[in-house]
């Protein structure tokens, strides 16, 4: 675990709220722990938050959740002004900068302004050593062409397992952020490091 708290130490040195978790099933608890109860929580869409069953007790501690996945799209609008905004990243450098692709642009949106904190939930899987890989990371067939398959979008990272950047209207990689320090748009911005490969 040592790469984790190396990880975590650079996070916090950007002025995120670092913490390491030995397993999917602590990174939920440390997570109902952070949120607390009587709290609206948004989610952004996440294999890896889905992975760790922490929807279903945040809502069996009395939080108010608002997914997209479960609620349909204009969960994204509530999600994005909650007490809590929950989701993952695509990669996190070792130096502490977390990388976002998105389709439509919701988790980079809330990330940046309008939810009070925000909760990143990241396997040890996403980890790499600076931006350039972070973005190889996210254009590889393990990535965006896993999410791609998964979603039955035909796309050529799903079919082929190689990012050709594409320009078609499903394209799953529209929008990127950097997030070098959490945005001044949120109160906290705090992110659990999972000892556990999740996710994309």
Same mark, same amino acid.
């Given at each position: 675990?040592?790469?984790?708290?190396?990880?975590?130490?650079?996070?916090?040195?950007?002025?995120?709220?670092?913490?390491?978790?030995?397993?999917?099933?602590?990174?939920?608890?440390?997570?109902?722990?952070?949120?607390?109860?009587?709290?609206?929580?948004?989610?952004?869409?996440?294999?890896?938050?889905?992975?760790?069953?922490?929807?279903?007790?945040?809502?069996?501690?009395?939080?108010?959740?608002?997914?997209?996945?479960?609620?349909?799209?204009?969960?994204?609008?509530?999600?994005?002004?909650?007490?809590?905004? +929950? @989701? $993952?990243?695509? %990669?996190?450098? =070792?130096?502490?900068?977390?990388? *976002?692709?998105?389709?439509?642009?919701?988790? &980079?949106?809330?990330?940046?302004?309008?939810?009070?904190?925000?909760?990143?939930?990241?396997?040890?899987?996403?980890?790499?050593?600076?931006?350039?890989?972070?973005?190889?990371?996210?254009?590889?067939?393990?990535?965006?062409?896993?999410?791609?398959?998964?979603?039955?979008?035909?796309?050529?990272?799903?079919?082929?397992?190689?990012?050709?950047?594409?320009?078609?209207?499903?394209? +799953? @990689? $529209?929008?990127? %952020?950097?997030? =070098?320090?959490?945005?001044?748009? *949120?109160?906290?911005?705090?992110?659990?490091? &999972?000892?556990?490969?999740?996710?994309?």
């Amino acid at each position: 675990m040592e790469n984790l708290q190396t990880v975590r130490d650079a996070l916090e040195k950007r002025g995120f709220r670092a913490y390491v978790a030995g397993t999917a099933q602590e990174a939920a608890a440390a997570a109902c722990e952070i949120v607390g109860t009587g709290k609206s929580v948004g989610f952004g869409g996440s294999v890896t938050v889905g992975q760790t069953g922490l929807a279903d007790l945040l809502e069996k501690n009395g939080n108010r959740l608002f997914t997209h996945w479960r609620d349909g799209a204009e969960a994204k609008i509530k999600a994005a002004t909650a007490d809590f905004y +929950i @989701c $993952s990243a695509n %990669a996190v450098t =070792e130096d502490g900068v977390i990388v *976002l692709t998105d389709g439509s642009g919701n988790r &980079v949106s809330a990330l940046s302004f309008g939810p009070k904190n925000a909760l990143l939930i990241v396997g040890k899987n996403k980890l790499v050593p600076d931006t350039a890989a972070a973005v190889a990371r996210i254009k590889s067939g393990q990535c965006a062409g896993a999410n791609a398959k998964r979603l039955g979008f035909d796309l050529p990272c799903a079919t082929d397992g190689v990012c050709t950047d594409c320009n078609l209207e499903k394209r +799953i @990689c $529209s929008v990127t %952020a950097f997030f =070098e320090r959490p945005s001044k748009g *949120l109160r906290n911005t705090y992110v659990i490091l &999972v000892d556990e490969e999740l996710g994309y």
